[in-house]
């Protein structure tokens, strides 16, 4: 069974740094593609980053680039996303979610099998 445990989630003060991380099981950490995905209150989910194990790549939405940064660290089956000089708008509940059949990076929420429960973070400003 595929689980999907995020972890890290917090209030912070606006610039301040928060690092979520996604722990994986139950399906082979060689192979896959991870996104994290945010949803504010009222708003919809959106794609904040990914990465995919296919090609390595990488991706990060326009409005977070420079700030985040995801990592993988296979040996621990787990993602991060490491979260600097946080702003009130990323005031959210994170999730984490993958692609355990096709291994490139998507920011969309479509392409992903199986989902985290969310971590609350809370940016005050």
């Known amino acids: 069974e595929v689980q999907l445990v995020e972890s890290g989630g917090a209030l912070v003060q606006a610039g301040g740094s928060l690092r979520l991380s996604c722990a994986a099981s139950g399906f082979t950490f060689d192979d896959y593609a991870i996104g994290w995905f945010r949803q504010a209150p009222g708003k919809e989910r959106e794609g904040v980053s990914c990465?995919?194990?296919?090609?390595?790549?990488?991706y990060y939405a326009d409005n977070v680039k420079g700030r985040f940064t995801i990592s993988s660290d296979n040996a621990k089956n787990t993602v991060s996303l490491q979260m600097n000089s946080l702003k009130p708008e990323d005031t959210a509940v994170y999730y984490c979610?993958?692609?355990?059949?096709?291994?490139?990076?998507?920011?969309?929420?479509?392409?992903?099998?199986?989902w985290g429960q969310g971590t609350q973070v809370t940016v005050s400003s």
């Open positions: 979610a993958a692609r355990v059949i096709n291994y490139f990076c998507s920011h969309y929420e479509v392409e992903y099998d199986y």
């Open positions: 990465i995919g194990s296919g090609d390595g790549s990488t």
